[in-house]
Structures are given as structure tokens and as C-alpha cells.
């Protein structure tokens, strides 16, 4: 069996709920926002089913700064992408999550790219990664993936032009080796894939493999689904293999990537349960709901039991015809924002569309 | 810029013809007219129950009675229209322009109103009869004082505007005030601003405990129309409760009944909205005022021990219920403060609540009214009267 998709059910669910129980006991004792909260909503702390372990809204990072870990601990502040003007999540990395962070990382793409690391193409600008301490989703994705490749080259100038001449040129010097490519969904769709298009050029990206991620909520705006993507992809870029991956920075270990088949997997220091949008009572497969994450490496902060806003399908679990055990499951997008109305703001309509 | 009326014609030409006639004499009989043929049709509207309050409120007795009041006030007295008043609607409440425009329209008025430019589900209804009233031939005087309009927050429409007018209101949150007080206001103009509120009900656990079911319903069904007509999003629905007197069986029987009716009305949960008042009662529950709290499926109860200013921020709607225990109900007036607007009563005495308006020392609490009533609107709001803001009075020696 494949590590880390090897675990079974019974197995993998009494593995993760002691190392939860563990994780909530942690957060009680080293974090007095998250002790308040469970306490406050009399939520039972030591439980017996992953369902049951309490869990808090992702929105809860952008509101409040929630670590488990003193100031002077801190290596890493990981941030959401966000526009301007909209609350971003932080999310407070000591080493030992830190490190155990990047090995998992490697752990789950193993079984896709391999031991040995292949030349790489960043389809993003090297700018993303200026500042070390702090990182965006896009920067911390990047120098995460980073670890599989060699000879990095990023494919995108500062000024978001693809740097065609540049592509041309590594493609070239590596012909004939397999390529690893890595970029975020809607950056590739707008920067790469429509700048080629654009400059009527033909790319052949020869034995590649592209790993992308960030969500397809521009890119349904324009009717382009997966298979779409992957399809055009392969004919303007000659991209033979691609896997997107779900995941989010405010639960670090949640790297859930697509198999051979094309469905998102549960590895087994992560799970998902799906909850009815409403009840957030957990509901059976094969019904969309709510995604619940969980994850056994949140330990400098309380994220290892979150509450997502996003909507998403089991599919099956360790039953997957591409051979990994585990959940699988698609994710359908965003739920709908709140308009909720009142007496305020006259002009907001005016001018925020 | 965009007309809704007049219809095809030019701004600059809607403007000049604003000013045609002199304004109107309080109560002018074609402005009562046009208030009753608004009234009938919006009484129809029944899917809206908005719009059907608001023609009820326009209904020929209560007119009436405005002008009784009126007069009696003005009797011996010069009162004058002011002129031209221009109306800043919110985006949000969809009836607030019509109330504020009819009441301008009865002090004598021309009105130029802009209302928001967000898809409102009430608002086409309510723009397509007045529309349809004002194109009537009796109505003719009305329709050429009158502008109703949408625009950018970008055009210098409202720096047009606000020279050109002898009252500007402003409905809106605080931002927007801010914002449109930055722009001159001609300067003999005066200016009605209705900014960002807070709101609360008060409950006497002792006295609900002595209502039998039928009275219970009923009192749960009018707080019910308090909190959700507009989301428990408005300024005067109520999200603080305050509980007098500790009788817990009557306070959890209330919300359990209180679940119930929602769930009968069909209230629609929204995803969004639940996610919302988790992460807000958890995130309040990082405060130390905050006790415990309940998250139900109809809503959320966060009990406090006090009500700072930013834990009534972080309010939410869409049931949501901040819940704070007094003694005496003039304890109360201790943590009002000048943002707290409508009290909701049920359970005291006139006394009482008198005592406790004498006890307040900030600028909070403009209207005091039983369950039921919180979102019913009049000619005195946020504690100015209308019609005298719309008004001027000529003295003669």
C-alpha cells in the first residue's frame, strides 16, 4: 500500500481521534481564546468519534490571532491571500509545526512525483516570495512545492507577463525529462494559459506533470470546469498530467490531492466530514455539505478542527478504483454570501460592485 | 445619473422644472390625495409585508391625525414649507424614501430623492405604482416637484444637489454620513441625519410566566415580526434582550416557543448567516463580559454580565441574542449608550419606564414602544419630529 493513502477506516479514524483529543487538550491548556470558546459553548472536550471533536469556523483566524505557542516561538506567520481591504487570516508557525509541515507535504505528493526531484517550472513571479518571515497562501504554496524540484524557473516576470523566451529555453535544456510543473489555478488560467493563447504561440510541455491549487471560484465565472482546464492545458501546453489539490492555510497538513482518478484524497494525518449547511449536523456520503478538515499537525495554533465555507461531496471511502485508501471527495465552491439587510450603508451599492 | 422620474427628460431639465411651482401649504389637498391612492395600492401588496405597513401607515386616520397634531401645534402660527428637500434613501430598507418623502410631501415640500442603486426585491414594486400615481393627471403638481434618482457614489450629483436644497436627509450608516457631510451644504439648508443604531428588548421573566399559551404565542409572534422583517438588521430591531426579574423556567419556556414560531413561519436559514453567528459567538466569547453561550438552529443566545460598545459591534443579525439580566428595570440605565435607539417593552408600567428614561444619562434611547411595534414607524424618529425639521415658521409682530 501507498503511504501516506495505506490507512483504513477503523484504523486511520482511531489514529487521528487520539492524536485530536491530544491536539484539543494542548489548545485548552496553551491558548486562552480557544479554552474560552470550548468552555463558553460547553463543548465536550475529550470525545469518541471524529464527528464529535469540536471544531471552530475558519473565519474565526481572520477575526481573532489564535496561537498555542509564546510570542518567542513564533518562525513563521502564514497569511491568506485576500483582496485589498478584506480581513486576512494569521496563522502562527513555531518550528516543530513548521517542520512537520513541509514533511508531510512531501509525504502526500509522493506517491505522484516520486523521490527524485525533477526540473520545475513556478508558473507564478519570483516576487511572491520576498518577504521570509511572513507568508501568503501563494508564497507559502510556492516555497512548499519548491522541495520537489530543481533548477526552478519562474515563468511569470514581476509584471505578471509570461516570460516566453525564458520557458522556451528551460523546456529546451531539459527535453526529454520529466517536468514538474506547480502554479495556482486561476494564475495559470490568466497569466499562462491565456497569454499563450494570445501570442499564438505552441508550447510542448513533453513528459509534465502540473500540480495546482487556490480554488476555481474566477475561473467558474468564465464556465471552465476541470476537465476543460486539463483538456486545454494538454493542447496549448502540451501538459501530459495535471492533479489539483484542496487545501488552505489555516490548517496546515491539509493537502488533499487529486488521484489518478481525479478524485481529492484524505491522507492519513487528515480527514474531511460534511456537514448539512444548515444543522451542521454531519451528513452521509454522496450529499453535498459543508466541509469539516481535520488534521493532526496544528499544534503552535488551534487549527486542527475547522469549520470551512466551503462546499463539497464524499464520494467514497477506501473503496477509490485508483487504489489509495482513504475519503474522496470534490469540492463544489464557495456557499453563498450573507445579504442580509438593514438601514446602513446608502452608498455601498453605489460603489463596492 | 439615472431617472426613474421624471421620465424621458434630461436632469438639468427635471431640475428647472422642480422649481416651477411655489411649494405647497402643510396638508395641501392634492399631496393628501396622492397619500391615499398610494395607500390603497400598497395595502394590496400582500406578499410584502413591508410595503403593506407602510400603506396602512398612510391610511386616511392616521394622516388625519398627523394633521390634527399638526395644526393644533401650529395653530396662531406662520408654518411654511422649507422649500426643497433632498433625501439620501438607504440601501437596505427599501420603504424608508417613501416614508421620509411623504412626510416632507405633507409639510410642503418638493423632494428630490436617490435611492440606492442596489437590486432591491421591494423597491421595484414600490417604484413602478409610484410611478404609476404620479403620471395620474390630478397629480400633476406633485409629479413636477419631484425627482426620484440613482447615481455613483463618483458623479458630483450630491454636491449638485446639496446646494441646491433647503434640507438634506441622510439616511445611512456612519461611514456614508461622514462621507456626505463632507460635501457643502447650501448654507441656509438644515440637516436631518439618521446614522448607525443599536436596539433592545425588555422582558419581565415574572410576568411571562404568568401568561397562559395563547398570550404567549401572541407575544412571541409580535417579537418574532420585531426581530426578522428586516434580519434583526435594522436599527430599531431589538439584539440585546434584557431580562427583569430571574425566572428562569419563564425565560427558557420564551425561547423555546420562540424556536418553535420560527420554524413555523418557515424563517429561510441561510448557510452564510449560521456560519456567521457561530464565528460571531465565538469570537465573542473571547471577551470577558461574554458568559455562556447557546447556538440553536434558529439562533444564537450569548449571555453578558455588561454591554461595552465594541460587543455591540460585533452584532451579526439573523438571530442573534445578547442577553443581559437587571434587577429593577432602571438598573438598566447604566450601560445605554448615546447609539442605543428603540427599547421594546413588555411586562413594566408607564412608571417604570418613565423612571428609567429619567435615570439615563447618556444620549441614548429615542423610542420606547411595546413588542411588537419596534419597527413601526412615525413622525418623530431618532427624537426629532419631521415635520418640524420640514417646516419653518414666519414670524409676524
Known amino acids: 500500500m501507498i503511504a501516506p493513502y495505506h490507512l483504513e477506516r477503523q484504523q486511520k479514524s482511531a489514529q487521528l481521534l487520539d492524536k485530536l483529543n491530544a491536539l484539543t487538550k494542548w489548545h485548552m491548556d496553551n491558548c486562552q481564546e480557544y479554552k474560552a470558546m470550548l468552555e463558553k459553548s460547553d463543548a465536550v472536550q475529550q470525545v469518541d468519534t471524529l464527528e464529535e471533536v469540536p471544531y471552530l469556523p475558519v473565519q474565526v483566524f481572520k477575526l481573532l490571532e489564535l496561537k498555542s505557542i509564546s510570542q518567542e516561538e513564533i518562525v513563521k506567520v502564514l497569511t491568506s491571500s485576500g483582496t485589498t481591504g478584506q480581513q486576512v487570516s494569521k496563522i502562527y508557525l513555531d518550528k516543530e509545526t513548521s517542520v512537520a509541515q513541509t514533511k508531510i507535504l512531501v509525504e502526500v505528493m509522493k506517491p505522484l512525483l516520486g523521490s527524485k526531484r525533477l526540473p520545475m517550472i513556478i508558473l507564478d513571479t519570483k516576487s511572491v516570495l520576498k518577504d521570509r518571515k511572513s507568508f501568503s497562501a501563494r508564497g507559502a504554496g510556492i516555497l512548499g512545492f519548491s522541495n520537489f524540484g530543481r533548477k526552478h524557473f519562474y515563468a511569470l516576470n514581476d509584471d505578471m507577463s509570461l516570460d516566453i523566451v525564458g520557458l522556451q529555453a528551460f523546456l529546451k535544456e531539459f527535453a526529454g525529462q520529466k517536468i514538474l510543473l506547480f502554479g495556482f489555478t486561476f494564475m495559470i488560467w490568466q497569466y499562462v494559459y491565456k497569454e499563450v493563447i494570445a501570442s499564438d504561440i505552441k508550447i510542448d510541455c513533453g513528459d509534465s506533470i502540473l500540480i495546482h491549487g487556490g480554488g476555481w471560484k474566477k475561473l467558474k465565472d468564465e464556465a471552465v470546469d476541470s476537465s476543460t482546464f486539463n483538456r486545454l492545458l494538454h493542447e496549448q501546453l502540451g501538459i501530459r498530467e495535471v492533479h489539483n489539490y484542496y487545501g488552505m492555510v489555516e490548517q496546515v497538513g491539509s493537502i488533499f490531492v487529486e488521484c489518478s482518478m481525479g478524485h481529492l484524497h484524505t491522507p492519513s494525518y487528515a480527514d474531511i466530514i460534511i456537514r448539512n449547511p444548515i444543522t451542521f449536523e454531519p451528513i452521509p456520503y454522496g450529499e453535498q455539505g459543508l466541509i469539516q478538515v481535520l488534521s493532526e499537525l496544528p499544534k503552535s495554533y488551534p487549527g486542527h478542527s475547522l469549520l470551512t465555507e466551503d462546499l463539497g461531496t464524499i464520494h467514497g471511502e477506501d473503496d477509490c478504483l485508483c487504489g489509495w485508501k482513504g475519503k474522496y471527495f470534490s469540492v463544489a465552491g464557495r456557499i453563498p454570501k450573507a445579504e442580509l439587510r438593514g438601514c446602513s450603508d446608502t452608498f455601498q451599492g453605489g460603489t463596492k460592485r | ?397
Open chain 2, 1 to 397: 445619473m439615472n431617472l426613474f422620474w421624471p421620465e424621458n427628460i434630461a436632469f438639468e431639465s427635471a431640475m428647472e422644472q422642480l422649481s416651477f411651482y411655489k411649494p405647497n401649504k402643510p396638508f395641501d389637498q392634492e399631496v393628501v390625495a396622492f397619500t391615499q391612492a398610494l395607500s390603497k395600492r400598497f395595502l394590496r401588496i400582500r406578499e410584502l409585508p413591508e410595503i403593506v405597513a407602510l400603506g396602512y401607515w398612510l391610511r386616511k386616520a392616521n394622516i388625519k391625525e398627523m394633521q390634527a397634531a399638526f395644526e393644533q401645534g401650529a395653530a396662531q402660527k406662520k408654518v411654511r414649507a422649507r422649500g426643497t428637500v433632498f433625501h439620501i434613501a438607504p440601501s437596505n430598507v427599501d420603504t424608508i424614501f417613501v416614508y421620509s418623502w411623504m412626510l416632507s410631501l405633507l409639510a410642503g415640500n418638493r423632494n428630490i430623492i436617490r435611492i440606492s442603486s442596489k437590486e432591491q426585491k421591494g423597491l421595484n414594486v414600490l417604484l413602478q405604482i409610484i410611478i404609476e400615481e404620479l403620471t395620474r393627471p390630478e397629480f400633476q403638481k406633485i409629479a413636477q416637484q419631484t425627482i426620484i434618482c440613482t447615481y455613483g457614489h463618483e458623479e458630483n450629483a450630491t454636491a449638485v444637489l446639496s446646494s441646491a436644497c433647503q434640507t438634506r436627509v441622510i439616511w445611512g450608516g456612519d461611514v456614508t454620513i461622514s462621507a456626505i457631510r463632507s460635501v457643502p451644504l447650501a448654507p441656509l439648508a438644515n440637516e436631518l441625519t439618521f446614522p448607525d443604531r443599536f436596539s433592545l428588548a425588555v422582558l419581565n421573566s415574572e410576568i411571562i410566566s404568568k401568561l397562559n399559551e395563547k398570550e404567549l404565542d401572541n407575544l412571541v409572534e409580535q417579537f418574532y415580526n420585531d426581530v426578522f422583517w428586516f434580519d434583526q438588521m435594522a436599527c430599531s430591531s431589538p439584539r440585546l434582550i434584557v431580562w427583569s426579574g430571574d425566572n428562569q423556567e419563564a425565560i427558557n419556556k420564551f425561547w423555546t416557543v420562540f424556536a418553535q414560531k420560527i420554524q413555523q413561519k418557515q424563517y429561510e436559514l441561510m448557510a452564510a448567516t449560521q456560519v456567521l453567528k457561530y464565528t460571531t459567538s465565538l469570537v465573542l466569547a473571547t471577551e470577558s463580559v461574554v458568559g455562556n453561550l447557546e447556538n440553536g438552529l434558529y439562533f444564537s443566545r450569548v449571555k453578558l454580565s455588561d454591554v461595552p460598545a465594541d460587543v455591540r459591534e460585533r452584532h451579526c443579525g439573523g438571530g442573534m441574542f445578547y442577553e443581559y439580566t437587571v434587577e429593577t428595570l432602571k438598573d438598566l440605565a447604566g450601560v445605554l449608550i448615546d447609539k442605543d435607539q428603540t427599547i421594546a417593552y413588555f411586562g413594566f408600567e408607564r412608571e417604570e419606564l418613565e423612571n428609567l428614561v429619567d435615570a439615563i444619562t447618556t444620549r441614548g434611547i429615542d423610542r420606547i414602544v411595546p413588542i411588537g411595534k419596534a419597527l413601526e414607524f412615525t413622525g418623530v424618529w431618532d427624537g426629532q419630529s419631521f415635520l418640524t425639521s420640514f417646516t419653518r415658521e414666519v414670524i409676524i409682530i
